[in-house]
Structures are given as C-alpha cells and as structure tokens.
C-alpha cells in the first residue's frame, strides 16, 4: 500500500534553517506530482510547494517563494523541502502527499495519500 512518512521536523530560531524529507513507498513514485503542505493549530491545510514527476517544474506558495525549495529523488523515492530564512509564521505540521493527475496540485482535495506529518516550530 501507499506509504509517505516524513522526517527532519524540529524546533529552529528565527532564520534559521530545516531539511525536510518524505520517504514514499508502495506506488510508482516517478510516476506522479508530489507536495508539501502545512498546518497550523486552528488553521486549514494550506499548500507550500509541489514538484512535477521528473522534477523539472516546481510551484510555491507566495508565502514561501524565495525561501523553501523543493527537490526529489526519483532513485530513492524522496521528496524533499529545503525550508530557509524561517519565520514564526512557518511553525505548522508539515505533511508531504500525492497529486491526483490532471489537477492545479494547489488544493488539498487534489492529493489522494498523505505522510503523518512532521512538526516545525519557530521561534521568536
């Protein structure tokens, strides 16, 4: 079956910097679009960036743009989220998951499988 699980989460100063990384199994991961999208306590699933089957295009968020960079690994089935400069304002569960085909790959309700999240905080 589908597996996502995501890893480097953790707790970062202001400007400060984290890898995240989404291991996928269970499917044909150079097959299809992969994003990252986050969540904050009291607030909807909101999209940070996705990256296309071969990686040749790659789309941000405003929020994010210029300071996250998303890459994959289509040999080892990773995805990853190279997250600098961070705020306060990017503290959130970070989840990784699978675009549906044939969607913007902008909307929760256009991933069909979904990592259990990993956790980063800012401070201030």
């Known amino acids: 079956q589908v597996q996502l699980v995501e890893s480097g989460g953790g707790l970062v100063q202001t400007g400060g910097s984290l890898r995240l990384s989404c291991a996928a199994s269970?499917?044909?991961?150079?097959?299809?679009?992969m994003g990252w999208f986050r969540q904050a306590p009291g607030k909807e699933r909101e999209f940070v960036s996705r990256i296309s089957w071969n990686g040749g295009r790659t789309f941000y968020a405003d929020s994010v743009k210029g300071r996250f960079i998303i890459s994959r690994d289509n040999a080892k089935n990773t995805v990853t989220l190279q997250m600098n400069s961070l705020r306060p304002e990017d503290t959130a569960v970070y989840f990784c998951?699978?675009?549906?085909?044939?969607?913007?790959?902008?909307?929760?309700?256009?991933?069909?499988?979904w990592g259990p999240g990993t956790q980063v905080a800012v401070s201030s």
């Open positions: 269970g499917f044909s991961f150079s097959s299809y679009r």
């Open positions: 998951a699978v675009a549906r085909a044939g969607t913007t790959g902008v909307l929760p309700d256009e991933y069909d499988y």
